[in-house]
């Protein structure tokens, strides 16, 4: 390998998305968006008051809900493929960054009336990967940070588009 060249790892990998993340997150901003009154409370995310909350930054919606525990990629997929929820039947599985994403609005406390549980293993699908189920878990060292952890099964948190 010639001197300068990255090599990246899983766990490389992981850390490197983690870091741009963080990054991506911060220099965006910490925005803040009027409420319906007017008032500009920081938040990021409001409810529709329909089973679904939109991120205000993204446009995305994320079920309020999650389906029970799932064992397997295809059942995951299935459950998103068919849910209806809010008028909407055009839900997916979230990345791993969308789901790092949802974390990170939560830790800022910029979820506003928002009230969904975020902690927890979900499973996600990436376009040009296998989909995985895991956790994005605070970082033991007390660190305001963290680090995605894979386990073997989970919840879906869908969202649209």
């Given amino acids: 390998m010639e001197p300068g060249t990255i090599f990246f790892t899983?766990?490389?990998l992981l850390k490197s998305l983690t870091t741009i993340c963080l990054l991506a997150l911060f220099l965006s901003g910490c925005a803040t968006?009027?409420?319906?009154d007017g008032s500009s409370d920081g938040a990021r995310m409001i409810s529709l008051a329909n089973g679904v909350c939109q991120d205000l930054r993204t446009g995305k919606m994320w079920e309020v809900g999650s389906?029970?525990?799932l064992h397997s990629l295809e059942d995951a997929k299935?459950?998103?493929?068919?849910?209806k929820v809010g008028g909407y039947d055009d839900?997916?599985?979230?990345?791993?960054?969308?789901l790092f994403e949802l974390y990170m609005v939560f830790d800022l406390k910029q979820n506003?009336?928002?009230?969904l549980k975020v902690e927890g293993t979900y499973w996600s699908d990436e376009p040009d990967l296998?989909?995985?189920?895991?956790t994005w878990e605070l970082d033991?060292?007390?660190?305001?940070?963290r680090q995605y952890i894979p386990k073997a099964k989970g919840r879906v948190r869908a969202v649209r588009p």
């Avoid at 296998?130 to 895991?134: E, L, S, W």
């Avoid at 033991?140 to 940070?145: A, G, V």
């Fill in 10 to 12: 899983g766990r490389n």
């Fill in 33 to 36: 968006y009027s409420s319906e």
């Fill in 67 to 69: 389906s029970r525990t």
């Fill in 78 to 83: 299935k459950y998103a493929a068919t849910l």
């Fill in 91 to 98: 839900w997916r599985l979230p990345t791993v960054t969308e």
């Fill in 112 to 115: 506003g009336a928002c009230d």
């Fill in 130 to 134: 296998q989909g995985r189920v895991g």
């Fill in 140 to 145: 033991d060292n007390c660190d305001p940070e």
